[in-house]
């Protein structure tokens, strides 16, 4: 028998929990994530302060870095605060995306209705759906940002399980 590599076990294994914290729990994983997300934004924003200010002591001009600085700090802090307004942001972008990809996609449809194209409806069906989930998105932004939290929990519960399987299946 080979010798076990924890880490090829290990790591698989992290990923189904964390996919299964995904699923069953969507809104205190997308706080975790957006206060994570604000932390680091923060700390950024302060090294880039210090930094600056160090800059500025030791040459004596002006570090052109500092407003920038300030700005991420004052970012980080209030995502820190308020993480839900992220996750709000987030799935607003993903809502305008949706809706212009949608009507991208009807006006493919009907283009390709005009040339003759037998398939035009493939383009018509994607199109709809896009602007029918772009509008969920809009009217219910929280309830969109949890269900984009359990789709990306089962696809991390599977990529891991089969990596999990195929480092058991490499240690015979």
């Known amino acids: 028998m080979k010798q076990i590599r924890w880490d090829t076990l290990l ?9 299964i914290y995904l699923v069953a729990r ?4 997308t706080t975790a994530l957006c206060s994570l997300i604000g932390w ?3 700390v950024a924003g302060v090294a880039g302060i210090i930094n600056a200010v160090s800059f500025q ?8 870095l500092l407003p920038f600085s300030v700005v991420g700090a004052v970012i980080g802090l209030f995502i820190v605060t308020r993480p839900s307004i992220l996750a709000e942001i987030v799935s607003l972008i993903l809502c305008v995306f949706l809706l212009i990809e949608g009507a991208s996609g009807l006006q493919r449809a009907f283009q390709r209705r005009n040339w003759g194209d ?14 029918l989930v ?3 998105m809009l009217f219910a932004p929280l309830a969109s940002t949890f269900l984009m939290m359990r789709v990306v929990g089962v696809a991390l519960i599977v990529s891991s399980a089969v990596n999990l399987l195929a480092s ?3 240690q015979r």
Do not use: Q
Not at 26 to 29: E, I, K, L
Not at 57 to 64: G, R, V, Y
Not at 118 to 131: A, F, I, N, Q, Y
């Open 11 to 19: 790591t698989p294994l992290i990923g189904i929990v964390l996919g």
């Open 26 to 29: 969507p809104g205190s994983a």
């Open 40 to 42: 680091l934004v923060l």
């Open 57 to 64: 002591h030791a040459t004596m001009l002006e570090s052109p």
């Open 118 to 131: 037998r398939l035009w409806v493939v383009p018509l069906v994607v199109g709809l759906l896009s602007l």
């Open 134 to 136: 772009g509008l969920w």
């Open 168 to 170: 058991l299946i490499g």
